[in-house]
């Protein structure tokens, strides 16, 4: 009786576990698993050859003109990660904080900067891909207001044309970081704040010593999410400048690199299995390290009320 | 927080300040507004009137651009797929992610941590940067250019967010109401089916907010594995059309509203709802 008991259970824990499980297993653990197998192979287009050990790691590395592009894409990656957290997530914190102190129209607000974070980013790149151009709205709009020296190709000029995408992407995202600061803001007990402020703490002290220390782990989110946005962009490049990243590569990303390795494009011919997938574990790698990296860093910095 | 505290405060500068972060927030919201409104305004217009007067009303609106894009540019079909695949995908994430959160939160045994730990090993890493052993994979399941590949990759990809909020919320239900039910004689399955998820609802409201809206969105993995053009979803047709049409700039306008616009009024309708669901990640 207590065996078939057991057994019972284990068949209601299998029941229930096992249809995710597989499907998990077998499209998200299997393909990261053999990501990191196929690196290790030479290719002949989708046939897999003799062992090469680290062999696709050094070209990606060292050999031309992988090093070149490579290198290329993650400093563009950087730049993603660098302006976003500096505008996007310093503007979200702003946002947020105002928004929880409830100033006019706090509610408006808060539903309009959301709005476009439920738009695809494909969706979004193609509108602002064609207010951008040489003839679209932006440069309309400052001939009109006298500002003609200002009108430039935003996604022609290969010194602009990252940070126009950038400001695309912060354009659509804005929305999330102040929705998430603004609910770790709210989180924090009022009777914190009302002590501060019957002790006479000055709005600049009460945010940098009460609110900042005790929206932490908020912060750290929002940075490993940015962390892991800026090493995946794609979809932004594509709708944009293109899966080259033009002009000149200059707003290629390591996305749109990759994708260019594994499927081939135009420029690079045929797809090279062995190189796309050594920059596929590379991506995970960055990616796994980076966050877990910040992660660290930031649970010494967490405060416990 | 709800003190309005300081903003009694009549210091000049202290003003100053709320007006110009004040002053900063309108000119947001504008930026937001103004580009989708131009957007539709555009739609309207032939594409010189859009290059002569960017700014202006069309003297006449072409309405014939939604019906040139919805019906005869296959914009239909594009949404109908969207709505399939998101759907059918939405059920399975659901079905599986909450029977597996019910499965890991509500028994204790031995592998639960360690199954857990498998669920979540899909948050964090992107699925994108293995796409070469994917695309290798539905080839041999001979799965390409049909839609099951993307279901299975889109159950895939929502089931590790769905067991890590559902579990958690599931295993703040009081183990009594599952004791009084056996004594019932409900069974396991009955328990799940009749206690747990109706007590669930809200928890399973935010879930299918946080996944719906990115599979509704999805690009890249349609892109790889959907080639006809009577299969594609929404982002890859309005993709394709833009190839194909980059200079009939009324077109893609039209195009772009048509993607746009359902978002946009059904998030006006329930925009709580979905700022609690796409936020519930990212927040405790």
């Given at each position: 009786?207590?065996?078939?008991k057991e057994?019972?259970k284990g ?7 096992l249809?995710?499980?597989?499907i998990?297993?077998v ?20 046939i897999?050859g ?7 790691f050094?070209r990606?590395?060292?050999t031309?003109p992988?090093r070149?592009?490579?290198f290329n894409?993650?400093?563009?990656n950087g ?6 957290m500096?505008v ?6 702003l946002?947020g904080?105002l928004l929880s102190r409830?100033i006019?129209g706090?509610g408006?607000f808060?539903?309009t ?21 040489p003839n679209?709205?932006?440069?309309a709009?400052l ?5 003609e020296?200002?009108t430039?190709a ?8 990252t940070?126009s995408?950038i400001?695309?992407?912060i354009?659509?995202?804005v929305?999330?970081?102040t ?8 989180a924090?007990?009022l009777?914190c704040?009302e002590a ?12 940098g010593?009460i609110v900042?220390?005790l929206i ?5 989110v929002?940075?490993?999410l940015t962390?892991i946005g800026?090493?995946n962009?794609?979809?932004q490049?594509?709708t ?17 690199l990759?994708?260019r390795t ?5 420029d690079s ?7 796309g ?6 991506i ?11 992660i ?10 | 927080?709800?003190?309005d ?5 009549t ?19 504008g930026?937001i ?5 131009n957007m539709?305004v555009?739609?309207?217009k032939?594409t ?9 009303f069309p003297?006449?609106?072409q309405?014939?651009?939604f019906w ?5 540019k296959?914009?239909?079909r ?7 695949v ?5 059920v ?5 992610g909450s029977?597996?959160?019910?499965g890991l ?11 857990y ?10 699925l ?15 799965l390409m250019?049909?839609?099951l ?8 990809m929502?089931?590790?967010?769905t ?6 919320f ?8 599952e004791y ?18 109706p ?13 719906a ?5 999805d690009?890249f ?13 929404l982002?890859v047709?309005?993709s ?8 009939n700039?009324?077109l893609?306008?039209?195009g772009l509203?048509?993607?746009?616009l ?13 700022i609690?669901g796409m936020?519930a990640?990212?927040?405790k």
């Amino acid at each position: 009786m207590l065996l078939s008991k057991e057994l019972r259970k284990g068949f209601w824990i299998t029941f229930f576990v096992l249809p995710g499980l597989v499907i998990v297993a077998v499209f998200i653990l299997l393909p990261l698993f053999l990501s990191l197998f196929n690196s290790l192979f030479s290719w002949n287009q989708l046939i897999r050859g003799e062992w090469v050990g680290l062999e696709n790691f050094r070209r990606v590395f060292f050999t031309s003109p992988y090093r070149e592009r490579f290198f290329n894409a993650l400093r563009n990656n950087g730049k993603w990660f660098l302006v976003t957290m500096l505008v996007q997530n310093t503007l979200g914190l702003l946002f947020g904080y105002l928004l929880s102190r409830r100033i006019p129209g706090h509610g408006f607000f808060r539903r309009t900067f959301f709005i476009p974070v439920l738009f695809s980013i494909v969706a979004v790149g193609f509108l602002w891909g064609l207010y951008l151009k040489p003839n679209g709205l932006l440069n309309a709009f400052l001939k009109l207001v006298g500002m003609e020296s200002w009108t430039r190709a935003w996604l022609g000029e290969e010194s602009i044309a990252t940070f126009s995408i950038i400001g695309v992407n912060i354009w659509r995202w804005v929305g999330f970081p102040t929705l998430v600061f603004l609910a770790a803001i709210n989180a924090i007990p009022l009777d914190c704040l009302e002590a501060a402020y019957l002790d006479g703490a000055r709005e600049t002290q009460v945010f940098g010593r009460i609110v900042l220390p005790l929206i932490v782990p908020a912060l750290t989110v929002i940075t490993v999410l940015t962390l892991i946005g800026s090493l995946n962009v794609f979809e932004q490049i594509y709708t944009m400048t293109g899966l080259d990243g033009s002009p000149n590569y200059s707003t290629d990303t390591i996305g749109t690199l990759f994708y260019r390795t594994a499927f081939g494009s135009v420029d690079s011919g045929n797809p090279e299995i062995g190189i796309g997938s050594a920059i596929g574990v590379v991506i995970y790698l960055l990616t796994f390290f980076a966050s877990a990296g910040f992660i660290a860093l930031s649970r010494g910095r967490e405060v416990e009320l | 927080m709800n003190t309005d505290l300081r903003y009694s405060s009549t210091a000049w500068g202290k003003n100053l300040l709320l007006f110009t972060f004040h002053l900063l927030m309108g000119v947001y919201v504008g930026l937001i507004f103004y580009p989708l409104f131009n957007m539709v305004v555009s739609s309207l217009k032939t594409t010189r009137e859009i290059f002569q007067n960017p700014f202006g009303f069309p003297p006449l609106p072409q309405w014939r651009n939604f019906w040139i894009v919805w019906v005869e540019k296959g914009f239909y079909r594009y949404f109908g797929n969207s709505l399939w695949v998101t759907s059918v995908s939405m059920v399975f994430v659901l079905l599986f992610g909450s029977m597996a959160s019910y499965g890991l939160s509500r028994y204790s045994f031995r592998l639960s941590l360690g199954l857990y730990l498998l669920f979540l090993s899909g948050i964090m890493l992107p699925l994108k940067a293995a796409i070469i052993p994917l695309f290798i994979l539905i080839k041999n399941l001979g799965l390409m250019d049909r839609h099951l590949s993307i279901i299975l990759i889109f159950i895939a990809m929502g089931l590790p967010s769905t067991v890590f909020i559902l579990s958690g919320f599931m295993k703040t239900v009081p183990k009594e109401l599952e004791y009084a039910a056996r004594i019932d004689g409900c069974n396991d399955l009955s328990i799940y089916g009749r206690i747990v998820m109706p007590i669930s609802a809200p928890a399973i409201a935010l879930v299918t907010i946080y996944n719906a809206v990115p599979i509704w969105n999805d690009f890249f993995f349609p892109l790889v594995f959907i080639q006809s053009d009577r299969l594609k979803t929404l982002p890859v047709g309005l993709s394709s059309f833009f190839g194909q049409y980059s200079t009939n700039w009324s077109l893609l306008f039209s195009g772009l509203s048509i993607a746009i616009l359902p978002m946009l009024i059904l998030y006006l309708c329930m925009s709580n709802y979905f700022i609690r669901g796409m936020t519930a990640g990212a927040i405790k």
